[in-house]
């Protein structure tokens, strides 16, 4: 997403696009998230104060029984960013917010990196399809939320579970 700021004339103006970022999921797949960026740009004189809203759907697997799961990605973070004049980068590091310095001349910023960033930290490390998900057994690889078995499970063997599944949805 790139902000022209010539065309941001008002002291307050909402933008909005749809995008898709692509990130890595837990098994080290790329994902394409598609994305709904709305972004709030309130104005002081050649400072742009951007507040910036993302929802996004990760369509990823069940961490615990590898079920296809869709996964509601909601963030959001600020940007401040100032056109010409003096840098105030110390400034605003002070205060602990994002600052963006945009020389004399240059009028286009894009926010694809922040976005990123932003939309990467918000993945939670599990993921689930339900929060009693029993997932599946480590000892014949049923899932445990549609089936039972008679297996005597001692270890967590999932890691080698999933490596197999893995192995075989490669397939
Ligand atoms: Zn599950
Ligand atoms: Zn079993």
Do not use: W
């Not at 960026?37 to 029984?65: E, N, P």
């Not at 003096?86 to 694809?112: I, M």
């Amino acid at each position: 997403m790139i902000i022209d700021f010539e065309k941001l004339t008002g002291t307050e103006d909402g933008l909005s696009a749809d995008e898709t970022f692509h990130v890595r999921d837990f098994q080290g797949e790329e994902n394409a998230v598609p994305c709904r960026l709305d972004i709030m740009v309130r104005r002081s004189g050649d400072l742009y104060y951007l507040t910036v809203d993302i929802l996004g759907a990760l369509a990823t697997f069940c961490h615990k029984c590898l079920d296809p799961v869709h996964h509601r990605l909601e963030t959001s973070f600020d940007l401040v960013v100032q056109r010409g004049g003096a840098n105030k980068a110390e400034e605003f590091e002070e205060a602990l917010e994002e600052y963006v310095y945009l020389p004399a001349g240059k009028h286009e910023l894009s926010l694809d990196a922040h976005i990123y960033e932003n939309l990467i930290v918000s993945i939670p490390m599990q993921i689930l399809c339900r929060d009693d998900c029993k997932g599946l057994c480590t000892e014949c690889g049923v899932n445990l939320n549609l089936e039972t078995c008679n297996c005597v499970r001692e270890t967590d063997h999932r890691r080698h579970i999933l490596h197999k599944l893995k192995n075989r949805y490669d397939r």
